[in-house]
């Protein structure tokens, strides 16, 4: 092999800097290092991630898998510069799904793609995963950075999360779901990470910007927007360690009308009283503004309802009481019902 001389090709030249990610990889080791919990072995820094499933205690697991993005969310926090809470929505959309099944997350792996990287915004993203995966009790132990450019326009990236929990074998979920269960409501953070496509084309035929007041209230529109999503994950898995949960619906695309079926059997449906809570108001600006009806509104947005767990009717007070201590806001929304399909009755408000 003959050596280049001066003016040679080189991999940097050619737009991907693997200084800059080894660079990245240190910048975000101690953020890495606060998620560590029981079963983690190593570090970040090997070719594959290693997690002991007997060193977490568990005897007999089944492990759940899921693996989601953040949509066209990205495009505001890209467009705004505002990515310190995107890593949140990665996590919370990987593992708010992973407790639906009765599990718990245990490790979380991401996939961060970019045109050219920059370490201080990088950093700033994964830091951000890192701070969702505490706020669950899930480790961060692996991830990948690909820097390609000429497949993203400069200051564009992608987000991809993977996470992995487990349950005891016989302890899954949906388990016992029967007429009568109380459908109890924990209430969302805002539009959390799905709808977007529609409501970007919302904000555009409002003739409005990122930097402009939000008109349902509060700071920024661009902030408003990029709440993160709400991670349900400690507060619930302690309502599923006390008894009587028998189902959880994640309310993402679809809304509650298409989320809530899913987890109920063959013969059973559900009523859903929608006059039980109070949206908040930037879901009342986009149906206004979008000229959206409900039906669309609850087909596409969760509209203040981010999970739904069904559970024992003798128990409902008990699990909203525990779930309330832990931050929630709980609302009764209806109960299970004989017969397939959604009863709906009110109106969103």
């Not at 983690?40 to 070719?47: I, K, Q």
């Not at 979920?173 to 799905?194: C, F, Q, R, Y």
């Not at 013969?267 to 986009?286: E, K, N, Q, S, T």
């Amino acid at each position: 092999m003959t050596t280049a001389g001066k003016g040679g090709m080189t991999y940097a030249g050619a737009g991907v800097d693997i200084d800059a990610g080894n660079a990245l990889v240190e910048r975000i080791k101690p953020a890495a290092k606060r998620t560590l919990r029981s079963g983690v072995v190593g570090g970040l820094g090997g070719f594959g991630a290693l997690f002991d499933l007997r060193a977490a205690g568990y005897r007999d697991p089944v492990l759940v898998a899921a693996t989601d993005g953040v949509g066209t969310k990205l495009r505001i926090a890209i467009d705004t510069g505002t990515v310190e809470g995107i890593g949140i929505d990665l996590v919370a959309m990987c593992v708010n799904d992973l407790i639906c099944q009765g599990a718990e997350p245990l490790f979380f792996l991401d996939y961060f793609a970019v045109g050219k990287l920059e370490t201080e915004s990088a950093a700033l993203v994964v830091e951000s995963i890192a701070r969702g995966c505490e706020q669950s009790g899930c480790a961060l132990i692996g991830g990948e950075t690909a820097e390609m450019p000429g497949m993203y326009a400069a200051g564009d990236f992608d987000l991809a999360g993977f996470a992995v929990g487990a349950f005891e074998r016989g302890s899954e979920l949906p388990a016992g779901v029967a007429a009568g269960d109380v459908l109890l409501g924990l209430e969302s953070s805002g539009v959390h990470s799905n709808g977007f496509s529609l409501v970007r084309r919302v904000v555009e035929r409002a003739g409005l910007g990122w930097g402009d007041p939000a008109p349902f209230g509060g700071g920024l529109l661009g902030a408003e927007l990029l709440r993160p999503t709400r991670l349900y994950v400690k507060p619930v898995l302690a309502a599923i360690r006390a008894g009587g949960v028998r189902a959880i619906a994640h309310i993402t695309g679809g809304g509650l009308v298409e989320n809530l079926p899913r987890v109920l059997p063959d013969g059973l449906g559900a009523r859903i009283d929608l006059d039980a809570w109070r949206p908040a108001p930037v879901f009342g600006w986009l149906a206004q503004s979008g000229e959206i009806a409900q039906a669309e509104m609850l087909k596409t947005f969760n509209c203040g309802i981010g999970m739904v767990l069904a559970v024992d009717a003798s128990r409902a007070e008990a699990l909203a009481h525990l779930l309330t201590e832990a931050g929630e806001q709980v609302r009764v929304i209806g109960e299970v019902t004989e017969g397939a399909g959604l009863s709906l009755s009110g109106r969103l408000r």
